[in-house]
């Protein structure tokens, strides 16, 4: 780690000449031909994507957005050679519990705007004071403010949390929880590992099945969780082309993003149509039209579009390498952390609705298998750190792919709540439910 801890003051302050450069690519946009009869079936119609992209120049209030996100105090510190900007909203109770929340793709700080308030002053927002938090929102590397990436590696995920962890010891706060879906929710697994004896508990949303693994067999499966294998599978088939792409050639695509913003808009708004709460029929029906602007022009005006497809590429090499190191283990009979993983197991990245987008999680292999520095299956020649594992809490929502018989078949983990409603982004899409969750079961850690 560098040796710089300050932690600087930081401000949104786009500058004109970038919100008249976007306006005017806007308005020069070279849009292709909608063939007759189709739809989403073959990514975002162009007709919706004419009328997001309008409003985009033409009625949303970049400025009005910039003076919500600057009400939250944000910081930048700079840790092992690399820039991390983040969020830090300390709660008015003395006895609040820090917390650390980490976003995934194609996500960023901004999803959690709104449990902020429930989380740290609950006393304000109708709830028990005894389950206030200090709040701590970072920006992965190559996300958002967290950029420039100034070196390869950061999309290695427990170098990410080690760098989390580094944080936490920065703001003061030897123990602390954590919390965190798709990517965040690796980081989130590894955490403990990152940071030994500091994590008192760790909570993950939708710990999806390895995208590139076999299908899930229906065989046995009802209700909820036969209609999520059924998702899973379906998607497994015609919905991966976004992580084929940035996990094989995300320089090829980073031209296209960084250049036109209705590509980068195309680009995220597919994901949050995918992904949201099933009975959705648009991303607007599920988040906010403002609130989804946000998160896209965050992605245009730093550049994350192109960097958080390198942190995606860097983060699946690392979990192709890892899983073939713990295949060859389990093979000769030196076990390893993937050993006896069932087929179809899920993996702690907290999914994407359709199969993830990251590989990480803890070391039991319920939910996957983390990445250590050298990007290989742990530390040493495959070992994962004999640290105790703090108690676990999973959230399950609507659009969800996790089935607890295949994520937890041995029914350890000691928080799981399935609800009716949201998906991927809980914290945009039902943030009433996740500050519940996350309420209820971080008292085990108090």
């Not at 105090?73 to 050679?81: K, S």
């Not at 940071?195 to 076999?214: E, Q």
């Not at 292999?365 to 999973?394: A, N």
């Amino acid at each position: 780690m560098t040796n710089n801890t300050d932690i600087r003051p930081f401000r949104v302050d786009i500058p004109q000449t970038e919100l008249d450069d976007l306006h005017d690519r806007l308005n020069r946009a070279r849009w292709p031909r909608q063939l007759g009869g189709t739809g989403w079936e073959r990514g975002v119609p162009v007709d919706y994507l004419k009328g997001l992209a309008d409003y985009w120049a033409d009625g949303f209030d970049w400025r009005a957005q910039e003076k919500t996100l600057n009400a939250y105090p944000q910081f930048v510190t700079t840790i092992d050679g690399q820039d991390i900007h983040f969020l830090h909203v300390r709660s008015p109770e003395p006895d609040a519990l820090p917390l650390i929340l980490s976003h995934g793709w194609p996500g960023s700080f901004v999803d959690f705007l709104d449990v902020i308030g429930p989380l740290t002053d609950p006393r304000a927002h109708g709830g028990d004071p005894a389950d206030a938090f200090h709040v701590v929102i970072p920006s992965l590397p190559g996300f958002g403010f967290s950029n420039p990436v100034r070196e390869p590696g950061w999309g290695n995920l427990f170098r990410v949390a080690a760098a989390f962890g580094e944080l936490m010891t920065r703001l003061g706060y030897e123990r602390f929880a954590a919390q965190g879906g798709d990517v965040g929710g690796g980081v989130t697994m590894l955490l403990p590992m990152a940071a030994p004896g500091r994590v008192l508990a760790t909570h993950v949303n939708g710990p999806s099945p390895y995208p590139f693994g076999p299908p899930i067999e229906l065989d046995g499966l009802s209700g909820a969780d036969r209609a999520r294998a059924e998702r899973f599978n379906a998607s497994r088939e015609d919905g991966l082309g976004y992580l084929h792409l940035q996990s094989t050639r995300p320089r090829t695509l980073a031209y296209g993003l960084n250049d036109s913003p209705i590509g980068q808009l195309a680009w995220i708004a597919e994901k949050f149509k995918e992904w949201t709460d099933p009975a959705a029929e648009l991303p607007e029906d599920a988040v906010d039209r403002d609130r989804l602007l946000t998160e896209v022009s965050l992605y245009w005006f730093t550049g994350s579009g192109a960097s958080s497809a390198d942190f995606l590429y860097e983060g699946m090499q690392a979990y192709r390498e890892m899983t073939a190191s713990s295949y060859n283990d389990a093979q000769s009979g030196d076990g390893g952390p993937g050993e006896g993983r069932s087929e179809g197991g899920q993996s702690g990245n907290g999914g994407s609705g359709s199969g993830g987008s990251e590989g990480g999680g803890s070391r039991d292999s319920r939910f996957g298998d983390g990445q250590s520095e050298d990007g290989g299956s742990g530390v040493e020649q495959g070992g994962w750190p004999d640290v105790p594992m703090p108690p676990q809490g999973v959230a399950v929502f609507a659009a969800d792919t996790t089935i607890r018989a295949i994520a937890d078949p041995a029914n350890t983990v000691g928080h799981w709540s399935e609800f009716d409603r949201g998906g991927h982004f809980p914290a945009l899409e039902t943030p009433d439910l996740l500050v519940g969750d996350l309420r209820e079961f971080f008292r085990v850690a108090r």
